[in-house]
């Protein structure tokens, strides 16, 4: 079986290219995993307050 290759400097282009790619897909991981772990902080902090609302109602009520 013959194979055709890309001429040298072309295989290096498409290698550099990839490369690049690959450089932005970390990137773009790293800002969903950055996102992520805002996104439970914030989810955290919402039903602390809303936890701590809840229990503050309950005890007015009971007055």
Do not use: F, H
């Not at 498409?14 to 989810?43: A, C, H, P, W």
């Not at 039903?47 to 009520?61: A, R, V």
């Amino acid at each position: 079986m013959i194979l055709a290759l890309s001429p040298s400097q072309e295989q290096v282009e498409i290698v550099n290219q990839i490369k690049k790619l690959l450089s932005k897909v970390k990137q773009l991981e790293n800002k969903i995993s950055q996102r992520e772990e805002y996104t439970n902080q914030l989810m955290k902090s919402i039903l602390k307050d809303t936890l701590k609302e809840d229990m503050s109602y309950g005890k007015t009520t009971a007055n």
